[in-house]
């Protein structure tokens, strides 16, 4: 958690000192709920994220330096500097990507968790007991794909837990104004799956529900839909003056923050010191700022990169008859902006 919050406050000043372009989604304040589940999970597992990805990724296991060049637009990211703020992917992590438009990951993370069953029962991977996550955002309770989705994955009993950050408001949309049932959890047991609400602002009555949801997938019980009532501190982006919610509102959670209240409980509980807390917080930093410095250092990538992924095949339509790369045509970007 102290990870997420570090790193998403350094993404804050690297985005106003120019380092990173493009929208910026932080997930401050929610940290209990990425660590709470995916801190659960196997190195098998898979999560699929959103456009606020950043510290799922960090939760996953991806190194800070390798998410931190990728919001650099680096070479050393996680996906080579190719795909930015809103879509970490990493194979070795079974990261399945941030996905920037609402909703569309659920689909993916539905196929995701149609394939361990598949592994598991067709193809007669007795060990494959594989789970996925899906997290979303309240926003995206009011799309097709998600009500779909809830509907394949009963059906098939699939080993899928859909994750609600319910952070109370879609960019600027307030979740009660929009939903004629703000209590989304209850979508669960409509379609034949348990549907559970929990405080997203305490980590660990976030696991406690997560260890349930996940252990029931593992053993073959089939999905379940879990609304986490979380918020996030900042703005929908930090393009985004915050201008819309009530100060008062934003007040009341800063006082809830997760961490806050994580570190009160492991002093009170003699589960750790205040010098073994501030510790961690100084190791933390420094993960951090070598991140940065990775970043920084570490090469754009070449022109000839360009085009490769945009396609099926890797090396996408931007191979002449030649063999070679059109973009390394010096001709290639003329009349065009500056590559």
């Known amino acids: 958690m102290i990870l997420g919050r570090a790193f998403e406050d350094m993404c804050a000043q690297m985005y106003y000192r120019g380092k990173m372009f493009g929208f910026v989604h932080l997930y401050n304040g929610q940290e209990a709920v990425s660590t709470g589940f995916i801190k659960l999970l196997k190195r098998e597992d898979s999560v699929v994220s959103t456009y606020r990805d950043h510290v799922h990724a960090l939760s996953k296991g991806v190194p800070a330096r390798a998410v ?60 494959c007991d594989h789970v ?77 529900v997560a260890k349930e949801a996940i252990g029931r997938a593992r053993r073959g019980e089939g999905p379940t839909l879990v609304e986490c009532e979380t918020y996030r501190f900042r703005g929908h982006s930090l393009a985004d003056p915050d201008e819309l919610r009530d100060p008062a509102e934003k007040a009341h959670y800063a006082a809830r923050d997760p961490i806050t209240a994580l570190k009160k409980y492991m002093i009170e509980n003699s589960l750790a010191s205040e010098a073994e807390l501030k510790a961690i917080e100084k190791k933390i930093d420094e993960v951090v700022e070598e991140a940065v410095e990775f970043a920084d250092e570490s090469p754009h990538p070449s022109r000839s990169q360009l085009l490769e992924n945009v396609f099926a095949d890797p090396k996408g339509f931007g191979i002449g008859p030649d063999g070679r790369y059109r973009c390394e045509d010096p001709k290639f970007t003329e009349g065009t902006a500056r590559v």
């Open 68 to 127: 931190m060049s990728e919001l650099f637009g680096k070479t050393t990211g996680c996906c080579r500097g190719q795909g930015g703020s809103m879509h970490m992917f990493s194979k070795e992590h079974n990261l399945i990507g941030g996905f920037a438009f609402i909703g569309e990951g659920i689909p993916v993370a539905t196929g995701a968790a149609f394939s361990s069953k598949y592994r598991r029962e067709v193809l007669k991977e007795a060990d």
């Open 132 to 208: 996925t996550l899906a997290f979303f955002g309240d926003g995206t309770c009011n799309n097709g794909q998600f009500f779909e989705c809830l509907n394949m994955a009963a059906l098939w009993k699939l080993p899928i837990v859909f994750v609600v950050e319910n952070n109370l408001w879609a960019i600027g949309m307030s979740h009660v104004r929009a939903t004629s049932d703000p209590e989304i959890w209850k979508k669960g047991p409509a379609f034949g799956m348990p549907g559970v609400h929990v405080d997203g602002m305490d980590v660990l009555k976030v696991r406690e």
